[in-house]
């Protein structure tokens, strides 16, 4: 066997081995360097990115809703609050199964489709990390069982909110208006920056025409939380802007004076300081509380609203439009004077009916036989003769009448600060040629002459026309806001009515005092024992035609189908306040019904509690007070309502349905007229 040979070269295994240790260390620096390298780049290079995004795990931004201003009426009570309720609420991140987190829930709280449909439309607009109510205001109940289980629901939290309240329900409906959810086509039209964190947006009245200020600037923070989402400690806080409060000229009394005066009728009552166009009071009946829409009123409940034959969601003092009947007479009267086409003494034979041009068809005046043989104006607007204002409106003309009332705010949107306001319908031959394509018809000014026909009016308009003809023909803005936050919102004038001879003034007003205070008056029946002098006009709306040669008999008629009673008014006549109108609907009677509610509102303002001495803005300089009218005072009688003749040839008008209030370009047939007064 051969032996095996060993040769030893230490030098050569000592070059191999330096030579491995070489490799073998560059590799390590190699390999350090690197790690050094990407240290550097993560520590340094791109330190701002991972600091980001490690806060992003741990920091959360979140928004934080500003205090809703508050309103108030003018004497400082309270008319719609923040109070706080108690949501569900999910954040999405925190939450691993959310279909199974909805089904634990419905085992605790009730919770029902439309719950959770509403939720996930409202999860789809939200960030994963923001929570997103489930279900508002909670009750005690539902708390207590939520916070036993509550363990078991990481992502699901009890939060609270400050919502509105409104102390005075139905009675401010309409006028305050009311907030609700945000829904889908709102959320299309708004920057969602401005809403973070607030589901409420004004809907209806003062609260969504002064949304921008109400609602105020949304606030941010910065959160730390854990690893269960629960916040630890805030890190940087932007506050939240409050909504600036409200001050409204409406005075509180006033108004639940105006509102429990319809009781149980349908109508509208609206008062007006004429030397600021400052909306004192301003009820629409019947009406609705608010409350329930804050949080989401329920189908079943807001279906009954909607579908009420008394319409109470239906504002009817800006959304209801009625023919004004004879409360146009005053303004007519004037524009007779205006135009020259007579004077306060020109007198006008009434036999009980009036022809155009001596013969052709009978236009009858409520008085089946007539008013006497030598009406002027002062007789015609104390005893509502239709004769002398058929007379008045064929000399006229239907285009000079238009343009004179459009002066005093009929046929136009009275731009009051509101939502939804109607503009009623003032004619005129253009008007008619426009809207139902057809020329205009001497008989048809007849029956405007009478506020009857094509011509309808919302109560907010006639009480504008009120104050107008109070104010000496200074025609304010009527306007709810006084105040700001402290700044006073100023009185606008939006047009000023100059008569060629001011004592034109003098002539009308007188006849309006003896409206109420003359023997013949038609609105006598509230002058009994009043401590002032009031001035005023009556009106019955048709609501359907009477064929010629018929008579009225309202206990043949559905309640629906009798005449609207109307009534307009100022006080103290001689240095004018307050400036009312009023409709009641189906009421019939103008002096009756209509005249008592006024009464009603006058005295709350000039008498009752709280005592009113100035309006909360004052008249602009330059506008005088109306000058003092002197008459002899009229025996104080009971009055008795409007005498209720055989009407004679009335417009066949279709009836004025409140709440599906007739377009501009309504087709109404004015046939032969005989208004009442």
């Not at 909306?279 to 189908?299: E, M, T």
């Amino acid at each position: 066997m051969a032996e095996r040979l060993s040769i030893n070269d230490t030098l050569t295994e000592t070059r191999i081995f330096s030579k491995r240790v070489v490799i073998a260390a560059a590799i390590v620096v190699l390999l350090f360097g690197a790690l050094i390298a990407r240290y550097f780049h993560l520590q340094v290079i791109d330190h701002e990115k991972y600091r980001t995004e490690s806060d992003r795990n741990r920091i959360h931004a979140r928004a934080v809703p500003p205090r809703r201003g508050l309103i108030f009426d003018r004497h400082g009570v309270l008319l719609a609050d923040n109070r706080p309720i108690f949501n569900l609420s999910i954040t999405r991140e925190r939450v691993t199964d959310l279909d199974q987190v909805l089904r634990d829930l419905g085992g605790i709280i009730t919770l029902d489709e439309r719950d959770i449909e509403l939720f996930r439309k409202r999860l789809a607009r939200h960030l994963p990390f923001e929570a997103v109510p489930l279900k508002f205001n909670l009750g005690e109940e539902e708390i207590a069982r939520l916070a036993v289980d509550r363990y078991r629901l990481p992502g699901v939290d009890v939060e609270a909110e400050l919502v509105r309240y409104y102390p005075y329900g139905a009675l401010l409906a309409h006028a305050v208006g009311y907030v609700s959810r945000i829904n889908e086509q709102e959320l299309a039209q708004l920057d969602p920056r401005d809403y973070a964190g607030t589901h409420l947006i004004g809907k209806s009245g003062v609260e969504k025409f002064y949304e921008t200020e109400l609602h105020g600037e949304v606030g941010y923070e910065n959160v730390e939380t854990n690893a269960r989402g629960r916040v630890l400690r805030v890190l940087e806080q932007i506050e939240p802007g409050p909504g600036k409060d409200l001050t409204l000229e409406l005075d509180l009394e006033v108004q639940r004076v105006a509102y429990e005066a319809l009781g149980e009728e349908r109508g509208a009552v609206v008062a007006i300081d004429p030397r600021t166009g400052g909306v004192i009071a301003i009820a629409s009946a019947p009406s609705f509380d608010p409350n329930p829409f804050v949080s989401g009123i329920g189908s079943l409940a807001y279906g009954a609203l909607r579908d009420s034959p008394d319409h109470p969601l239906l504002n009817r003092t800006m959304q209801g439009q009625y023919p004004p009947g004879s409360t146009v007479k005053p303004m007519y009267a004037l524009a007779g004077l205006y135009y020259g086409v007579n004077t306060p003494e020109s007198a006008v034979s009434d036999p009980g009916w009036y022809r155009l041009g001596g013969g052709g068809r009978k236009y009858r005046d409520w008085k089946k036989w007539g008013h006497g043989g030598a009406v002027n104006l002062e007789q015609a607007v104390v005893e509502s003769c239709d004769v002398y204002f058929y007379d008045l409106a064929h000399r006229l003309g239907i285009d000079r009448m238009h343009d004179f009332a459009v002066q005093f705010g009929l046929g136009a949107q009275t731009r009051i600060d509101q939502t939804s306001e109607r503009s009623g319908v003032m004619p005129s031959s253009e008007w008619k040629l426009a809207a139902l394509k057809a020329p205009w018809y001497p008989g048809e000014t007849l029956s405007a002459g009478i506020g009857q026909g094509y011509m309808l009016a919302t109560p907010i308009q006639l009480a504008v026309m009120t104050a107008t003809i109070a104010n000496r023909g200074h025609h304010f803005r009527p306007r709810l806001i006084a105040r700001i936050g402290d700044e006073p919102v100023d009185p606008v004038l939006e047009d000023t009515v100059s008569m060629p001879d001011p004592a034109s003034w003098d002539a009308v007003l007188l006849a309006m005092e003896n409206v109420v205070h003359g023997l013949h008056g038609t609105a006598k029946i509230i002058n009994k024992g009043l401590a002032y002098r009031a001035a005023g006009k009556t009106g019955t709306a048709q609501v359907i035609g009477i064929a010629q040669n018929t008579t009225y008999d309202a206990s043949k008629i559905d309640k629906r189908q009798r005449d609207h009673a109307l009534f307009i008014g100022f006080a103290p006549a001689d240095d004018p306040r307050i400036a009312v109108a009023v409709i009641v609907e189906n009421g019939e009677h103008g002096s009756s019904t209509a005249a008592p509610v006024a009464r009603k509102v006058f005295d709350a303002y000039l008498l009752g509690p709280p005592a009113v001495t100035d309006p909360v803005s004052e008249p602009p300089a330059g506008v005088p007070p109306a000058p003092t009218t002197v008459i002899p005072p009229a025996p104080a009688t009971e009055g008795q309502p409007d005498p209720v003749a055989p009407p004679g040839e009335r417009p066949a008008a279709p009836p004025i349905d409140p709440g599906v209030a007739p377009a501009e370009d309504v087709a109404v047939e004015p046939a032969a007229t005989g208004g009442r007064v």
